[in-house]
């Protein structure tokens, strides 16, 4: 019983602070922890050929719970799941897993930024293109490392515009990373003729935005788009005309092609 609690402790003394700093999701890292710590502990009780709460048996521990949970990180991380995206017409679903950030309007190209609405930045700088110049709102979604990073389009309709923006990496807590970091913009022109954004952004831990599709290509509600690696942010870019019925809040938890975002049903 020894060697659990010891490994049970450890593992929370090794998890938890990453956890924290990196925003990851209590529900899951705390079992996740609790589990892993007391099979290690478990197993070096029985199988170490001195005590596990020895300075040897801690250390070995302590390789294998951060090598258990690097391995379930990675296999999380770079998860693909196939996924039926729903069927009714007019809505606009999540390009990301994630956590609403932000759900903020924008008037004639200008919108407050940042998770706490600090800041003011123009669409225009943000997105590097003239595509948004009138209102709308921009739904901001946090990303971690325990979300599916494989993005989908919010919409069906064809590829106007596929555009890197270079920058750089600052963390993401800082409004001004918004317009500073790099970014991939993606524009989805649907059939009757609006134009829908999605960006892409870089963070201080990313260095690879990959994008699936290409300007020209004409895509589904729900196929997948492009991958951003580790955690980051996806915000979704919707004209006035299309942001009239939001249905998500702040702090809900959103999925790639399944989450509705929006209703678009009888815009102009």
Not at 120 to 141: A, E
Not at 202 to 212: D, G, H
Request: positive net charge; aromatic residues 8%.
């Amino acid at each position: 019983m020894m060697g659990i609690f010891v490994g049970i402790v450890l593992s929370l003394v090794l998890l938890i602070p990453p956890a924290v700093k990196w925003e990851l999701r209590m529900s899951w890292v705390a079992p996740w922890a609790v589990g892993a710590g007391a099979v290690i502990g478990f197993l070096a009780s029985r199988v170490l050929p001195f005590r596990p709460i020895s300075w040897e048996g801690i250390a070995l521990q302590a390789v294998a719970i951060l090598g258990l949970s690097a391995l379930v990180l990675a296999w999380r991380f770079f998860r693909d799941p196939e996924r039926r995206s729903p069927s009714q017409d007019g809505v606009i679903l999540s390009p990301a897993d994630g956590i609403i950030l932000y759900v903020t309007p924008f008037e004639r190209g200008e919108t407050a930024g940042g998770k706490k609405g600090k800041g003011c930045y123009s669409l225009r700088d943000f997105t590097q293109s003239q595509y948004f110049p009138g209102g709308g709102t921009v739904i901001g979604i946090g990303m971690s490392f325990l979300d599916v990073h494989v993005n989908r389009a919010p919409v069906s309709g064809q590829v106007e515009e596929v555009r890197r923006i270079p920058g750089r990496f600052l963390s993401l807590k800082r409004p001004e990373a918004l317009t500073l970091n790099e970014r991939a913009l993606t524009v989805f022109r649907t059939a009757d003729g609006h134009a829908v954004g999605m960006v892409q952004i870089a963070s201080r831990l990313v260095r690879c935005i990959v994008s699936y599709v290409k300007k020209g290509d004409v895509v589904t509600a729900g196929q997948r788009v492009g991958m951003i690696k580790f955690g980051s942010q996806v915000d979704l870019i919707l004209p006035a005309e299309l942001s009239a019925r939001i249905r998500c809040a702040v702090g809900q938890q959103v999925y790639a092609g399944l989450t509705v975002l929006a209703d678009r049903s009888g815009a102009d």
